[in-house]
C-alpha cells in the first residue's frame, strides 16, 4: 500500500518570458507561497554551480579513482577553481567591492 503525498503547487510568471509560467511544486504545504519560490531561486544558483562544475570545470570526468580520500581531494580542487572564477567573475563584472565583505568580517 504506497503512501499518499501531499503538495502544493505554486504558479510564478516567468519574467524572461511573458506568456510562459513556471510550476513550483512543494511537499511542504505549509509554507508560504514566497518562500517557496525564494527556495526555488536558491536552488537554481545550485543547479548553475553544478552545470558550470560538470561542463567547465570537468567535474567527475578528469580523474578516476575509487578512493575516498582522493576523490574528496578531487572535488576540493575543483571547487576551488570554481571560487576563483566567480571571485574573478564578481571583481569584473560587479560594481560592488570585496573590500566591504572584508571589513564586514573584521568587525
Known amino acids: 500500500m504506497k ?3 501531499q503538495a502544493r503547487i505554486v504558479f510564478v510568471r516567468d519574467r524572461n518570458r ?7 511544486l512543494s511537499t ?3 509554507l508560504p507561497e514566497e518562500e517557496i519560490v525564494r527556495l526555488y531561486g536558491k536552488r ?3 543547479e548553475c554551480f553544478f ?12 580523474f578516476q579513482c575509487r578512493s575516498y580520500d582522493a576523490m574528496v581531494a578531487h572535488k576540493t580542487i575543483v571547487f576551488t577553481r570554481y571560487i576563483m ?6 571583481e569584473e563584472q560587479d560594481p560592488r567591492t570585496i573590500g ?7 568587525l
Open 51 to 62: 552545470k558550470v562544475a560538470k561542463s567547465q570545470l570537468v567535474l567527475g570526468k578528469e
Open 85 to 90: 572564477l566567480a571571485l574573478r567573475i564578481r
Open 28 to 30: 511542504d504545504i505549509n
Open 44 to 46: 537554481w544558483d545550485i
Open 18 to 24: 511573458s506568456k510562459n509560467w513556471l510550476a513550483l
Open 100 to 106: 566591504q565583505l572584508f571589513f564586514a568580517c573584521c
Open 3 to 5: 503512501k499518499e503525498i
